[in-house]
């Protein structure tokens, strides 16, 4: 039984931080309706800018949590400007289309200069034992960190200026235009922070898990779960569905091989996209 607690303990902590991937996704599409299906590899953009910084440079794995939050979202913007502007408020298939082309074209340059090869970046940190289990510090750290970026991220939207014009352009963008807010500029600058996020994700998975250039694509598809969960366009729903998924895996791993675990997980979205559409923890406030 402790076993059993101990491993859906774990699963909370890496579900915050599977949480925090999906906020990027979930804001993106909350604001503009768009789904950037370059989501996962800017996570894997993250997990590589840190296994850079700290293996060329020396840098402390959680000191690279700035430079790839503003690296990523400078990527964001100049993605938006690229790849998102012309398709807003086009058919969905569009901006799909779009974000996956250059999707396409991030993972063959990745490839192309790392292969697939397995990276991994050594974070050696005290944990806690409880019996005869002990919990990595690097997922206690890993788990709280993403949490704190999360408060920041619900501070942002719902305190500051640039926050508060975020949620309008997100519930009613002409009517955001006609007070005055220069809505391309917000929609630039949220799926700057949308990327931010995912890069800041992918560090924080990069300090639990190994990586290869192609493991977006995994993280991309719990980042889809967990949006439907949480209900597209709410980021603190994205939180819960975060943990809500590390709970189901933390439960499930101790009787089922690890393989079946993503089938269990898609088994869950069907069931929730059958009985709850908008989302578990959908807001009854609507997006953001």
Do not use: C
């Amino acid at each position: 039984m402790l076993g059993i607690l101990a491993s859906i303990i774990d699963g909370v902590l890496v579900g915050l931080v599977y949480g925090l991937a999906a906020m990027g996704l979930t804001l993106i599409w909350g604001v503009m309706d768009v789904i950037n299906l370059t989501h996962g590899a800017m996570i894997v953009a993250g997990m590589f800018a840190l296994f850079l910084l700290t293996s060329v440079l020396g840098l402390n794995p959680y000191a690279a949590l700035l430079p790839v939050l503003v690296g990523g979202f400078l990527v964001g913007v100049a993605l938006y400007w690229i790849s998102i502007h012309r398709m807003v408020g086009r058919p969905p298939l569009m901006s799909l289309l779009s974000t996956f082309a250059v999707n396409l074209v991030l993972i063959g340059v990745g490839t192309a200069v790392w292969g697939t090869a397995l990276f991994n970046v050594n974070v050696s940190l005290p944990g806690i034992t409880m019996g005869r289990y002990t919990f990595p510090g690097a997922h206690i750290l890993a788990a709280v960190l993403a949490a704190v970026i999360a408060a920041l991220l619900y501070l942002f939207l719902q305190h500051t200026r640039l926050g508060k014009s975020v949620r309008a352009v997100a519930n009613n963008r002409e009517a955001a235009e006609l007070v005055g807010i220069p809505t391309t500029r917000v929609l630039a600058i949220s799926v700057g922070l949308g990327v931010a996020l995912a890069g800041l994700s992918g560090v924080l998975i990069a300090t639990l898990f190994p990586f290869t250039v192609l493991s977006g694509d995994g993280y991309q598809l719990k980042g889809f779960v967990v949006t439907v969960l949480g209900g597209f366009g709410n980021p603190v729903g994205a939180l819960l569905g975060g943990i809500a998924l590390g709970l189901l895996e933390g439960a499930v791993t101790p009787f089922v091989p690890v393989s079946w675990t993503l089938v269990i997980e898609f088994v869950l979205f069907v069931l929730v996209l059958i009985a709850f559409p908008a989302g578990i923890f959908r807001s009854r406030r609507g997006a953001l």
